[in-house]
Nanobody, 122 residues
Framework: QVQLVESGGGLVQPGGSLRLSCAASGSIASIYTMGWYRQAPGKQRELVARITSSGSTNYADSAMGRFTISRDNAKNTVYLQMNSLKPEDTAVYYC????????????????WGQGTQVTVSS
């Protein structure tokens, strides 16, 4: 079994910062691209940022210049540093990772975390 567990969400005032973490655990052989998505009420889930195993990154326009994605491959963990937060950043943030399992019948597929709420409000 593979699990992604997010942490770091919460309530923050406009202009504030939060750092999200997502740790992958279980029977893992390899982790490829890891990313963060978000879903606001009444809206579709959207990409925020993603990072390859070699460290290449890409960001949504809304995140560019304010958010930074990084990863620690030794810890199977991806981070999202969010600065200058705005009310429109309010959403449930989900971690995603493309993982090959370390099993006899190895499987490569996308895994999702359970989500962490980020609320930006005064």
């Amino acid at each position: 079994q593979v699990q992604l567990v997010e942490s770091g969400g919460g309530l923050v005032q406009p202009g504030g910062s939060l750092r999200l973490s997502c740790a992958a655990s279980g029977s893992i052989a390899s982790i490829y691209t890891m990313g963060w998505y978000r879903q606001a009420p009444g809206k579709q889930r959207e990409l925020v940022a993603r990072i390859t195993s070699s460290g290449s990154t890409n960001y949504a326009d809304s995140a560019m210049g304010r958010f930074t994605i990084s990863r620690d491959n030794a810890k199977n963990t991806v981070y999202l540093q969010m600065n200058s937060l705005k009310p429109e950043d309010t959403a449930v943030y989900y971690c995603n990772a493309l993982i090959t399992t370390a099993q006899t019948m190895a499987v490569t597929r996308n895994y999702w975390g359970q989500g962490t709420q980020v609320t930006v409000s005064s």
